[in-house]
């Protein structure tokens, strides 16, 4: 269990100083082997301190955490979204070592000229601009040295706190070895740019058709899969800045340029609800800076590295999720979210339509325009939380693409509205959920299922009627907690017939010794005695018992 540490005791003991300068009590006492009977979470500022502490690593990982308001309350998603891998960049003559030993010279020769000077530093990888042979402008992303070892090396300590950690209270309702898993997955995905290419490309052709928005507006960097390896990435060069610090044309009326912020961010907005709601591929971190506006007007998504995946059946769920908040219909909201939990039961049903019916009430009688959905969506996966469901990892991402899309949308166009944006769609995603975008075989499955239906239910009919008539039906029933009314019916018929038998040998006792005969006098006192002793211990076990008045 203690691997992980000891194979990098000098990296336990810089936690340790870091955790100890901060504060954080329970994971000190964990660390040190101590006994962490307070377990708690720091508070999402200290928590934020500890991770840029810890270093590039730790930083990812608490990007990655942002992603999931399904597991962190708002303050602590809030608090790590404002992280950044501020990292100064590498000298030029270790990325090109790692440029020479990832591309063969064959290879090398394509490019005719690579800016020694990085335009983007992060704690994976920093950017640089090249030209390639035929003249097209690159980006070429190079992974830093050395980080695989150091990744590989915070990966096996992550898996051994959060080993530590699962054996405390906090460790079990947090489920955290599963989640350590899941984000070191993540963290390795990172590691291996032929992920993220894949991932660029997939989205790329999943957004070149539209009926929502036009295609040509929309920019995916294509990729070079021939110069791409694992620890280099060469996409096309766009020639843009992120969405935030964008200057619109400067025009004579100020709505025009409204109008053009307008126009862009519902081209941006129709492109995610189209990966989420029809493709079930989605861009999982589409923060201001992954967002950019070209200089020729189109916009452009950037850094395709994380993603999300949706099933069709969790795709209809949100669906109808969002019309059951537009509607404010707790009950539909208690019932939806109890089909995306993993467990699909609530301890108590009823408590959880009171939350919702509590969080919606706080939207009666206001304006659609008012309503934020990304606060309304974290509320909603803090209702499940605080009922104890468990949902999958991608509704967390789900919500968080939402929130940060809606939030980098309102401060683009203090105007937008998402479910302005929703509501002339919905028509369209419950058309495709019921017939999809080909209705000849969703319409010739129906057809063959009805004909299969009809081809059985003679049958099973008749053989239903012949297990009535002929008396051999069963019925298999199994009714939740019946087995403790059994076991309270069965002590009870035990009692009983050991009065009965008690009563039996006192009155068997009495007769015999109503007959005055010497030669039967031992058998009565021998009865009266095993009487009285059934019967004392009979009285001994109720009263041990505690249901003498019940």
Known sequence: MFSGITQTASRQREIIEVVLSNGWDFMQQLLTGGKATQAALPPPAVLRNILVDLGPVFVKLGQLLSTRPDILPAPYIEALSTLQSEVPPVPWAEINTVIQQQITRELRAQFTEIDTKAVASGSIAQVHRAVLANGQPVAVKVQRPGIDVVVNQDIALIRTLADLASRTDIGKDYDLKAIAEEFTSALLDELDFTVEARHTEQLRQNLSISRWFDPQQLVIPKINLELTTQKVLVMQWLDGEPLLSANLPVVQRETRVDAARRQVTTLLFRAFLQQIYVDGFFHADPHPGNLF???????????????????????????????????????????????????????????????????????????????????????????????????????GLYVKALANLEGAARTFDPKFNVLDEIKPLMSDLFRRQLIGDDPLPTLLRTVLDVKNLSLRSPRQVEQLLDQVTSETLQWNLNLLGLNGVRMTLNNAANRLSFSILVGSLIMGAAMISAEKQTALYWLSNTLFAAASFLGLWLAVSILRSGNLRS
Do not use: H
């Open 293 to 395: 506006y070209l200089k020729d007007g189109r916009a452009a998504i950037l850094d395709c590295g994380m993603v999300g995946r949706l099933d069709p059946n969790t795709q209809q769920i949100l669906t109808e999720m969002l019309l059951a908040i537009v509607d404010l219909d707790a009950q539909r909201c208690s019932q939806l979210t109890l089909q995306l939990a993993k467990t699909r039961r609530a301890d108590n049903p009823a408590q959880l339509e009171s939350d919702f019916e509590a969080l919606l009430r706080k939207y009666y009688n206001r304006n659609l325009t008012e309503i934020n959905l990304g606060e309304v969506l974290y509320e909603v996966l803090q209702v499940a939380r605080t009922n104890k469901l468990k949902l999958p990892g991608n509704v």
